[in-house]
């Protein structure tokens, strides 16, 4: 018996690419719910001057959440050989955003 040679590893076919816009529209739907806690503790603290621009940041970057998960899934159909495309960038961008407005977030904790 000879032994076989690997498999190439291409693009799922398969449900990961609704997984991924799933996960990315959890993540869009939580930075919303976040925002809306920052807006109440602003109201019940009377801090709305630190709350309105740092939920206006997580709603931000929830619609950019929501608009990458769309993208990513539609690119699904236009992948090549070399498998899925990666978006660093965006990547980065959200994830600084989010940190932004977690450290805004904390601040508006510790202030009250």
């Known amino acids: 018996?000879?032994?076989?040679?690997?498999?190439?590893?291409?693009?799922?076919?398969?449900?990961?690419?609704?997984?991924?816009?799933l996960a990315w529209e959890r993540?869009?739907?939580?930075?919303?719910a976040v925002a809306a806690l920052?807006?109440?503790?602003g109201i019940v603290y009377s801090l709305l001057g630190l709350a309105i621009p740092i939920a206006a940041?997580?709603?931000?970057?929830?619609?950019?959440?929501?608009?990458?998960?769309l993208r990513i899934y539609g690119e699904r159909e236009q992948v090549g050989e070399t498998g899925a495309v990666a978006h660093e960038r965006v990547h980065a961008v959200l994830v600084g955003i989010t940190l932004i407005?977690?450290?805004g977030s904390a601040a508006l904790s510790i202030i009250r």
Do not use: N, Y
């Open 1 to 21: 018996m000879s032994p076989q040679a690997p498999k190439a590893h291409g693009w799922d076919e398969g449900a990961a690419s609704e997984r991924t816009l």
């Open 38 to 41: 920052v807006v109440r503790a």
């Open 27 to 32: 993540t869009a739907i939580a930075s919303l």
């Open 57 to 69: 940041v997580l709603v931000l970057a929830s619609v950019g959440e929501w608009l990458f998960s």
């Open 101 to 103: 407005a977690a450290a």
